[in-house]
C-alpha cells in the first residue's frame, strides 16, 4: 500500500460544471502527478508538483488546474467540464531514489469521470 | 503525437509463446521504466533501466535499454496467462514521467 488514496472514484457530470478530484497521500514525498488515461494513448500527463505551491503543466493541461496548499494534498480542478475530459485519472506519488529521474510512481486507484 | 510510441497496440498469443514489445522515440530519455497495469487498478513498476545497452531480467521478462538511450525492448518467454495485462513505457526527463501509447497482452490458457 503506497498511501494513496483518490477520490471520488467514480463521478459523472454535466458539460459546463466544475468538478475537482482529489489526490492525498500519507507519506510526505515531495513529487505528485495527476495523469489522464484514454485508449490508445496510455497516460498522459496533465500537471504535476514538486512541492506546495509548485507547480508545472504537463503534455496536456488545458482546461485543467491544481493546487497544492499542503503536502499530503494534490487537487484536480475542471473548471468547465467538457465531453473530451471523460477519462480515468490517477494520481501518483514519486518514491525512491535521490536523483529525482529514476525515482519509481506509485500510483493511486484511479478516478473514473464521465462529462455527458 | 506522442513521445513513446509502443508496438503491438494489442498483442493475443497462446500459453507458451514468446513475445515482444517495443518502446520507441526520437528522443533521448536519462532512464527509462516499464509498469504493467490490471483491470481497475493503477500502474506498477516492472523495472528501471538507466544505462545506454543495459539489459535486465526478471525471471520470464527481459527489458532492453537502446544504446542511444531512445528506445527499449521487453521480451516475455513461455507467457502465461498471469502475464496478461497493459505493459507501459515511460521514459524520464527532468522530473517528469512520460508514457508510452501501451501494449495489451492477452495469453490465453
Known amino acids: 500500500d503506497a498511501g494513496i488514496t483518490q477520490s471520488p472514484r467514480h463521478k459523472v457530470t454535466e458539460t459546463g460544471t466544475p468538478v475537482t478530484l482529489r489526490c492525498h497521500q500519507t507519506?510526505?514525498?515531495?513529487?505528485m502527478y495527476w495523469y489522464r488515461q484514454d485508449p490508445g494513448h496510455g497516460l498522459r500527463l496533465i500537471h504535476y508538483?514538486?512541492?506546495?505551491?509548485?507547480?508545472d503543466k504537463g503534455e496536456v493541461s488545458d482546461g485543467y488546474s491544481v493546487s497544492r496548499s499542503k503536502t499530503e494534498d494534490f487537487l484536480l480542478t475542471l473548471e468547465s467540464a467538457t465531453s473530451s475530459q471523460t477519462s480515468v485519472y490517477f494520481c501518483a506519488i514519486k518514491r525512491g531514489l535521490a536523483q529525482a529521474n529514476t525515482g519509481e510512481l506509485f500510483f493511486g486507484e484511479g478516478s473514473r469521470l464521465t462529462v455527458l | 503525437t506522442q513521445l513513446l510510441e509502443q508496438s503491438p497496440q494489442f498483442l493475443s498469443i497462446q500459453e507458451g509463446e514468446n513475445l515482444t514489445v517495443y518502446c520507441n522515440s526520437s528522443?533521448?530519455?536519462?532512464?527509462l521504466q516499464w509498469y504493467r497495469q490490471e483491470p481497475g487498478e493503477g500502474p506498477v513498476l516492472l523495472v528501471t533501466?538507466?544505462?545506454?545497452?543495459e539489459v535486465k531480467k526478471l525471471k520470464r521478462l527481459t527489458f532492453q535499454f537502446g544504446d542511444a538511450r531512445k528506445d527499449s525492448s521487453l521480451h516475455i518467454t513461455a507467457a502465461q496467462p498471469g502475464d496478461t495485462g497493459l505493459y507501459l513505457c515511460a521514459g524520464a526527463r527532468a522530473d517528469k514521467l512520460i508514457f508510452g501509447t501501451g501494449t495489451r497482452l492477452q495469453v490465453f490458457p
Open positions: 507519506e510526505n514525498h515531495r513529487y
Open positions: 533501466v538507466v544505462t545506454g545497452g
Open positions: 528522443s533521448v530519455f536519462s532512464s
Open positions: 508538483s514538486y512541492g506546495v505551491k509548485d507547480t
